[in-house]
C-alpha cells in the first residue's frame, strides 16, 4: 500500500485563528460560549467542549460574567448588537475572508447596488452575510446556473455578485458570464478563498496517481463536501469519512495507491490518525 497526503491538510488560516482565539480564552475564563459551532468539525467541537467551550443557539444563552467568541462563518448582525448591549465581552473569530464579504456587502447596499449572492441560504456564512445588507436593496441568493438565468431585476440597475467563501470558482465564473449576458451594469466581487482554491487543487493533483482517496472531514462542511465531489470526477473509489472510526478497511486493499486530503476545518490530528491506522493494518485483503 502507499499512502500521498495531499499538501493542504489540516485546519485554513481562518479555522486555525479562531481554535487559537478560542483556546487562548479557555485558559483565562471559565465559560466562554459560541452562538452556533465554531467550525463543521464535530470531533475538533468535542475537543473544544472538553476544555470549556459552550456552544448556544442564542445571545439570551450567554451567562453573565462570561466571554463570548464568534464563530469562523459570523453570526447574525442582531445577534452580535444583543452581546454589546450586554457589555459581555466578545472576541471576534470571525474569518477575515468572511469579513471582508461582510463589509463588501454593508459598502454596496448603502450604495443601492442590488446584491445576487451564489451560495447556500442554509449556510450560517450566508444567514450572517444578510444581515449586514441593506434592506432597501433587491438581494437575491442563487445555488446554481439554472436560478442564475430566472433572477428577475432590471436589467439596467446597478448590482454586484458576491459568493460563499468556499463555493467552487468554476462554477461561479461560469455563474457571472451568464448575469453579464443578462444585467448591463454587473459588478463581479472576488470573494472566493484563495486558500479553498488551492485545498481543491491538491486533491485535483493527488487524485492523477492514485486509484483511492479518503477525503477526511465533517458532513456538513460544505468546503469538505467539495472535495469530495472533485475526487468523486476523478477517482472511482472516493470515501467520506469524519474519523478513523470510519475507515472502511474491508475496502481497502494493500495494492491500492491512496490518496488522504481534508476539510479546511478538519484538524491534522484527524488525518494522522488515519493515516496511523492505514500503516499499521496487518489483515487487509
Known sequence: M?????????????????????????????????????????????????????????????????????RTHGIEKSFLKKI????????????????????????????????????????PEIKALLSYINPDVKTVIINSEEEAQKININRDSKIILIAQTTKELKKYKTIAKILKQKFNNLCVLDTICK??????????????????????GGKNSA???????IAESKVEKIF??????????NQISTRDTIGIASGASTPIWLVEDVVKKLKSCKNLR
Do not use: W
Open 2 to 70: 502507499k499512502i500521498i497526503l495531499s499538501k493542504c491538510i489540516g485546519f485554513c488560516s481562518g479555522v486555525n485563528r479562531c481554535v487559537r482565539l478560542t483556546e487562548q480564552l479557555l485558559k483565562k475564563h471559565s465559560r466562554v460560549y459560541a452562538i452556533g459551532q465554531l467550525l463543521h468539525n464535530d470531533q475538533e467541537m468535542n475537543r473544544l467542549k472538553k476544555l470549556g467551550l459552550i456552544t448556544v443557539d442564542n445571545p439570551g444563552e450567554i451567562k453573565d460574567n462570561s466571554c463570548a467568541i464568534i
Open 84 to 123: 454589546k448591549e450586554s457589555n459581555k465581552e466578545i472576541i471576534d473569530g470571525t474569518c477575515p475572508i468572511v469579513k471582508k464579504n461582510q463589509r463588501l456587502a454593508i459598502e454596496y447596499s448603502q450604495k443601492r447596488y442590488n446584491i445576487i449572492i451564489y451560495g447556500d441560504i442554509k449556510h
Open 195 to 216: 486558500e479553498t482554491i488551492t485545498r481543491e487543487n491538491c486533491v485535483k493533483d493527488i487524485s492523477k496517481s492514485v486509484n483511492v482517496v479518503i477525503i477526511v
Open 223 to 229: 468546503n469538505t463536501k467539495k472535495l469530495v465531489n
Open 240 to 249: 467520506h469519512i469524519n474519523n478513523v472510526s470510519e475507515l472502511p478497511l
